[in-house]
């Protein structure tokens, strides 16, 4: 998801309140232990703190795991939220009691565990049949000595997700690929067909997009530096590329063409089922979400087009406790979750695209459609665009809390009216009080 979910994501509203006060007040063991697996009677318990929709207990595997290894019981808690997930985590690592085993970390949260978390989290540089990640996937959970404190789940290439009975009766093509050409290598005419749409559209209200903030994340991740330069420094108020989604951001929700609705945040859900909006900017791991939200009645009216550009937004990691007392048997637990066999499975199953090379290689993944979104060819156009991502991606230690604020920022302009300027003053104030 992530990622998280994918990212990521990927049951917010009712679950992310649940998911938060799992975390919060209590676990499978007591609060007071490190870890809350541990070996009685010849079985195994393995406890898993996990967010939004990765895939790995929706779609079988750790029952599949379990049956394979009868002694083994894993218990697996998942929030909704990842910001509160997340935040729970940094409590429990601070306090060392309360952790899981096993810990989800998503790619914006990637870059403070390993220069202020190394010491928590085992290290899976020793562990074979490992090798086949993308380099630049590993790069992101490594320590600068070398250490590797998780394997990667997903990434996050980009595609538009639409309505093509909306796109219809605004007079647009529907079909997927003459869709995508009309915004072919530029955001900018991601915009003007939203302009295009709102004028021509012909039924009830139905905004363009559900929020700016997605247009905004889209683009940023497109380039390798994002808020920070590979020495740790701040650049967000100097990288053309942030002052660029920025802008462009801000004309779409100046212009109306925004139903105001940040994803994952309530109103976003009810937005997906009561089809109030006609596109969303997706990273693969979104299009479970959206499935499961827009819900059987909006089935075959999604699609799904190749983004203007690429770029990747989310993915997610599995890491271990390192004093957790079953740490063996939980490193051995992710390696197989995160094999390209498993990887593949979970894609097909829900579209979170494999960070593995030799999954995303194989039949399986090349070939696979989402029944859901129009027989969308999804291995295809998420696998083109993962093959558009940038080999390296400068990550800095608060980048999901930045990325967080900037959202919050847009939420200025779209639903309280601020200037662009003033709010861009507002975030940046924010996100100096935030990284500190």
């Known amino acids: 998801m992530g990622s998280p979910g994918s990212l990521r994501t990927r049951a917010l509203a009712a679950t ?4 938060a006060l799992t975390l919060v007040v209590g676990c499978s063991s007591s609060d007071d232990s490190a870890t809350g697996g541990g070996r009685k009677d010849g079985k ?23 049956k394979e290894n009868p002694d083994v019981d894993i218990k697996a808690e998942i929030a909704g939220d990842e910001q509160t997930y997340y935040t729970a985590l940094q409590t429990r690592l601070a306090a060392g009691k309360g952790l899981k085993d096993i810990q989800g970390i998503e790619i914006g949260r990637a870059k403070e565990i390993t220069e202020t978390q190394a010491d928590k989290f085992a290290d899976f540089s020793d562990v074979s049949g490992t090798d086949h990640f993308l380099p630049w996937k590993e790069s992101q959970i490594s320590t600068q000595d070398g250490k590797v404190l998780g394997l990667g789940t ?18 647009l093509p529907t079909d997927r690929e003459e869709v995508a050409k009309l915004w072919e290598g530029d955001w900018k005419k991601y915009v003007e067909v939203g302009r295009t ?21 889209a683009m940023v991740y497109g380039h390798p530096e994002q808020f920070y330069d590979a020495e740790g420094e701040l650049i967000y108020e100097k990288n053309p590329a942030v002052k660029e989604a920025w802008n462009l951001a801000a004309d779409a929700a100046e212009d109306g063409l925004s139903a105001k609705l940040r994803q994952f945040q309530p109103g976003w859900d009810p937005g997906l089922a009561n089809g109030t909006f006609a596109t969303a900017v997706c990273p693969a791991w979104m299009l479970s979400h959206i499935s499961e939200k827009a819900g059987e009645p ?10 203007p550009k690429g770029a990747n937004w989310g993915g997610s990691f599995l890491g271990v406790i390192d ?48 029944k859901y979104f ?8 998420f696998g083109a665009a993962a093959q558009e991502i940038p080999d390296k991606q400068v990550l800095g230690r608060k980048d ?29 104030e924010r996100i100096e009080k935030a990284v500190g």
């Not at 909006?298 to 983004?307: E, I, S, Y």
């Open 16 to 19: 992310a309140v649940a998911g």
């Open 44 to 66: 195994v318990t393995i406890t898993m703190g996990l967010y939004g929709v990765m895939g790995i207990k929706e779609t079988g595997l750790l029952e599949q795991y379990e």
């Open 154 to 171: 997903d990434i996050g290439p980009m595609a538009v997700c639409y309505r093509k009975d909306y796109f219809g009766q605004a007079g």
């Open 197 to 217: 749409f709102k004028k021509d559209f012909k039924g009830d209200d139905v905004s363009y997009m559900d929020a700016s903030s997605g247009l905004f994340n």
């Open 298 to 307: 909006n089935k075959g009216k999604w699609d799904v087009a190749r983004a």
């Open 323 to 370: 004093q957790s007392p079953v740490k063996e048997e939980a490193k051995k637990l992710v390696a197989w979750l995160t094999a390209p066999e498993q990887q593949a499975h979970v894609f097909k199953e829900i579209g979170n695209i494999p960070s593995s090379r030799e999954a995303l290689e194989s039949d399986d993944v090349k070939s696979a459609e989402s």
């Open 374 to 381: 129009s027989d969308a060819p999804i291995g295809e156009i």
């Open 400 to 428: 999901g809390t930045i990325k967080d604020t900037f959202s919050q920022g847009l939420t200025l302009i779209e639903q309280q009216g601020a200037p662009r300027d003033e709010a861009w003053k507002t975030t940046a």
